[in-house]
């Protein structure tokens, strides 16, 4: 399983910085997306990370306000969000899959391995 944290609760312009990692296998081996649910909406992608080349992509809705990351020496993913707004509230989630390349790693699907989520509520 993956542990993902960093959620919380932040005003409209603020930033957080989600973290995702696992005791279980290297990071650095697999490619890592982000998924969120927003209650009583489907979990949609975010952003992903691929495995070795770290090319990173994103979703249209958060495109220049996110970036994506690995630290490989902490074996950690990481998702800075900037300039959130009340719609980014929603359940964020990490998923590893060692075998999903760049133009899949939005199907949710294809992931393996799943962390429990963190929740990040974008509010004045």
């Known amino acids: 399983q993956l542990q993902a944290s960093g959620g919380g609760l932040v005003q409209p312009g603020g930033s957080l910085r989600l973290s995702c990692t696992t005791p279980?296998?290297?990071?650095?081996?697999?490619?890592i997306s982000w998924f969120r649910q927003a209650p009583g909406k489907e979990r949609d992608w975010v952003s992903c990370?691929?495995?070795?080349?770290?090319?990173?992509y994103y979703t249209d809705s958060v495109k220049g306000r996110a970036t994506i990351s690995r630290d490989n020496a902490k074996d950690t993913v990481y998702l800075q969000m900037n300039s959130l707004k009340p719609e980014d509230t929603a359940v964020y989630y990490c998923?590893?899959?060692?075998?999903?390349?760049?133009?899949?790693?939005?199907?949710?699907?294809?992931?393996?391995?799943w962390g429990q989520g963190t929740q990040v509520t974008v509010s004045s």
């Open positions: 998923a590893a899959d060692a075998y999903v390349n760049g133009p899949l790693c939005g199907r949710k699907d294809l992931f393996e391995s």
């Open positions: 279980r296998f290297t990071m650095e081996r697999y490619t």
């Open positions: 990370i691929v495995s070795y080349i770290n090319s990173a």
